[in-house]
C-alpha cells in the first residue's frame, strides 16, 4: 500500500528557477491530498507527471501567498476540464470568502462542488477521517493564523509492521508547544528557511533555522526529517541540510520533484 510525499515547491516566498514555493501532494493508500498550493502548483503537478484530477483534498496551512496563490488557479482549471467530483477545501476560514470573491469577479460559477472546512486554532483538531487515514490539523507559530498537519494511517496491512505517519509543519517560528502533536511521526517536514548565523532575522519574521528545525525533529522523536521553505538566497542547499544533520542525522532535503515513500 502507499504512502507517500511529492514535494512540488519547496521554496518560502519568491520562486526560483529551481525551486517553487510550498505544495506537496501526498498519497495515502490511494487517498489523494494536495497540502498548501503556491502560484505555479499546477505546472508542477503537470511537470511531474501527476494525475491530477484525482485530487480530492486540499489543505491550505495559511493565507499567505506562497501558499494558496496558485488555488484558484487549480480551481478553475478543474472547472475547465468538466470536473463532476467534490473538492473538499480545509484552511483558515476566510479563505473561503477570498475564493468566493475572486470567482464572482471573473463571472465563474464551478461545475463541480466544492465543500470548505474551516480549520480551528485549539489544540489538535480531526479534519478527515475514513477507513485508510486519519488528518489532524494543529496550530503553529507564525504571524498569521496557521496550521500543520499530522496525517496517520489507519489500517495496518499484515506485511507491514506498524501503521505509517507523516506532519506537515509549514511557516512557523521554534516552539515546542507542536511536539505532543506530531512525536514519533515516521516522517516530519519542518520549515527551514534560514541557516543558524540568521537566528535573529528567523525569530523576527517567526521562522525557523536547520538547527532549530532538527532540534524540533530531535525532541520530537521522529524517524526522519524533511527540511523546506528555503530562502532564495541560498543558492546551494548542501550547507543547509549538513547544518542540520549535525543535530538530527536523518535529515533530508525537500527539493522540487523528490519523492518520499514511508
Do not use: W
Amino acid at each position: 500500500m502507499i504512502f507517500s510525499v511529492t514535494i512540488l515547491g519547496s521554496n518560502s516566498a519568491i520562486p526560483t528557477l529551481q525551486r517553487n514555493p510550498s505544495a506537496q501532494l501526498l498519497n495515502v493508500n490511494e487517498r489523494i491530498f494536495l497540502v498548501d498550493c503556491a502560484e505555479g502548483t499546477q505546472l508542477q503537478l503537470r511537470k511531474y507527471r501527476i494525475h491530477f484530477q484525482r485530487i480530492r483534498h486540499i489543505m491550505i496551512s495559511h493565507l499567505h501567498g506562497d501558499h494558496y496563490f496558485g488555488l484558484l488557479g487549480l480551481l478553475t482549471t478543474f472547472h475547465l476540464l468538466g470536473r463532476k467530483d467534490e473538492i473538499h477545501l480545509y484552511a483558515p476560514p476566510e479563505l473561503e470568502e477570498i475564493v468566493r470573491i475572486q470567482l464572482e469577479a471573473s463571472l465563474t460559477r464551478l461545475i463541480y462542488p466544492v465543500t470548505f472546512h474551516p480549520l480551528v486554532a485549539d489544540g489538535i483538531q480531526p479534519i478527515f477521517d475514513d477507513e485508510r487515514v486519519t488528518v489532524h490539523s494543529f496550530p503553529l507559530l507564525h504571524s498569521v493564523p496557521t496550521f500543520g498537519f499530522v496525517f496517520r494511517e489507519k489500517i495496518k496491512i499484515r506485511k507491514i509492521p506498524a501503521t505509517r505517519s507523516y506532519a506537515y509543519c509549514s511557516d512557523t517560528a521554534y516552539t515546542e508547544g507542536i511536539i505532543p502533536y506530531i512525536q514519533q511521526v515516521d516522517l516530519l517536514y519542518h520549515e527551514a528557511t534560514f541557516m543558524q548565523d540568521m537566528a535573529e532575522v528567523a525569530a523576527e519574521k517567526l521562522h525557523s533555522t536547520t538547527v532549530e528545525a532538527a532540534t524540533c525533529a530531535l525532541k520530537s522523536r521522529v524517524k526522519k526529517l524533511l527540511i523546506g521553505h528555503f530562502s532564495a538566497r541560498y543558492e546551494d542547499l548542501q550547507p543547509l541540510l549538513d547544518e542540520a544533520r549535525k543535530i538530527f542525522p536523518e535529515t533530508y532535503l525537500a527539493e522540487d520533484g523528490e519523492i518520499f515513500n514511508l
